[in-house]
């Protein structure tokens, strides 16, 4: 071997103890569970990682790790996981080589069931401290993929109960997502906490008088594992909870005529007289 590439296969065994330690070092620093680490929890077989039963024991060594547990899924958050050309050439491997070769799984994927976790922390009676909830907003502001950020938010929402700050900050930024579905859930949001928000009324009535908004919001509230960076989403979306898109655009609308309602006192005469002309134009819609 000449004297450049011996230099070379050095530097990358060099590399390769480096990436092997520090895997380690970051495993001994996990909170155990049944003596396995967190990480070795949340991805179990890598090939199992969607697996059922393997999502519930997980949900056990979370909720068994308190307020570490929900640390370490905020974590996830920011994992990144395997690129489009890896997840492409694994697909083209046969089964053989596959079984030697690291399970490919997408930042989203990995995002998006650290999320389902996260739904599924007890935070009653105990309320999560103040200083996640806004790491987890952070977390959620930084999701490229529109499906993940929506999920996200959802969360938040469920996750917080005295301490709002995290969630008002991040439902306010929302308001100028560059998705109307985002938008609007975080529209819908500020209305039930009862923040009175001149940019919900906007979006809202927006959403009464643009069908095709309500359409669009209905495309980033699906999710399908599995598929490659970015490409979470099918056109057209299936159902959704068994529900037609007619079905999901009038539950879409309703929800919009209850969030007026809240904000009732904030509309101007021109606006109330645009919440009852699309009353009036969808009878169907009332509550």
């Given at each position: 071997m000449n004297p450049r590439g011996r230099t070379a296969s050095v530097a990358g065994l060099a590399l390769l103890l480096i990436l092997v330690a520090c895997w380690a070092?970051?495993?001994?620093?996990?909170?155990?569970?049944?003596?396995?680490?967190?990480?070795?929890?949340?991805?179990?077989?890598?090939?199992?990682?969607?697996?059922?039963?393997?999502?519930?024991?997980?949900?056990?060594?979370?909720?068994?790790?308190?307020?570490?547990?929900?640390?370490?899924?905020?974590?996830?958050?920011?994992?990144?996981?395997?690129?489009?050309?890896?997840?492409?050439?694994?697909?083209?491997?046969?089964?053989?080589?596959?079984?030697?070769?690291?399970?490919?799984?997408?930042?989203d994927d990995i995002h998006m069931v650290a999320?389902?976790?996260?739904?599924?922390?007890?935070?009653?009676?105990?309320?999560?401290?103040?200083?996640?909830?806004?790491?987890?907003?952070?977390?959620?502001r930084q999701q490229s993929n529109p499906r993940v950020r929506l999920r996200g938010l959802t969360v938040l929402f469920l996750l917080t109960r005295s301490e709002r700050d995290?969630?008002?900050?991040?439902?306010?930024?929302?308001?100028d997502d560059r998705e109307f579905g985002i938008q609007l859930e975080a529209a819908f949001m500020l209305s039930q906490m009862g923040i009175n928000e001149k940019r919900s009324i906007a979006i809202l009535l927006e959403a009464l008088q643009h069908q095709e908004k309500l359409a669009s919001s209905r495309s980033i509230n699906s999710y399908f594992y599995g598929q490659l960076p970015g490409s979470s989403g099918l056109a057209p979306p299936p159902p959704i909870g068994g529900q037609t898109p007619a079905q999901f655009e009038k539950m879409l609308r309703q929800r919009v005529f209850q969030a007026l309602e809240l904000l009732g006192p904030e509309l101007n005469e021109t606006q109330e007289a645009l919440v009852k002309q699309a009353k009036a134009a969808r009878p169907d819609s009332r509550l």
């Amino acid at each position: 071997m000449n004297p450049r590439g011996r230099t070379a296969s050095v530097a990358g065994l060099a590399l390769l103890l480096i990436l092997v330690a520090c895997w380690a070092l970051r495993d001994k620093h996990e909170v155990l569970y049944n003596g396995k680490t967190l990480s070795q929890w949340f991805f179990g077989q890598r090939r199992d990682f969607l697996h059922q039963s393997r999502e519930q024991q997980a949900d056990q060594a979370f909720t068994a790790a308190g307020t570490n547990g929900i640390a370490f899924l905020i974590g996830m958050l920011k994992e990144r996981g395997d690129s489009s050309w890896y997840i492409k050439l694994f697909r083209m491997m046969p089964r053989p080589i596959q079984a030697r070769l690291r399970f490919p799984i997408s930042t989203d994927d990995i995002h998006m069931v650290a999320l389902a976790h996260l739904n599924k922390s007890p935070s009653i009676p105990n309320t999560i401290p103040q200083e996640l909830l806004a790491q987890l907003a952070q977390a959620v502001r930084q999701q490229s993929n529109p499906r993940v950020r929506l999920r996200g938010l959802t969360v938040l929402f469920l996750l917080t109960r005295s301490e709002r700050d995290p969630l008002v900050r991040l439902c306010k930024e929302l308001l100028d997502d560059r998705e109307f579905g985002i938008q609007l859930e975080a529209a819908f949001m500020l209305s039930q906490m009862g923040i009175n928000e001149k940019r919900s009324i906007a979006i809202l009535l927006e959403a009464l008088q643009h069908q095709e908004k309500l359409a669009s919001s209905r495309s980033i509230n699906s999710y399908f594992y599995g598929q490659l960076p970015g490409s979470s989403g099918l056109a057209p979306p299936p159902p959704i909870g068994g529900q037609t898109p007619a079905q999901f655009e009038k539950m879409l609308r309703q929800r919009v005529f209850q969030a007026l309602e809240l904000l009732g006192p904030e509309l101007n005469e021109t606006q109330e007289a645009l919440v009852k002309q699309a009353k009036a134009a969808r009878p169907d819609s009332r509550l």
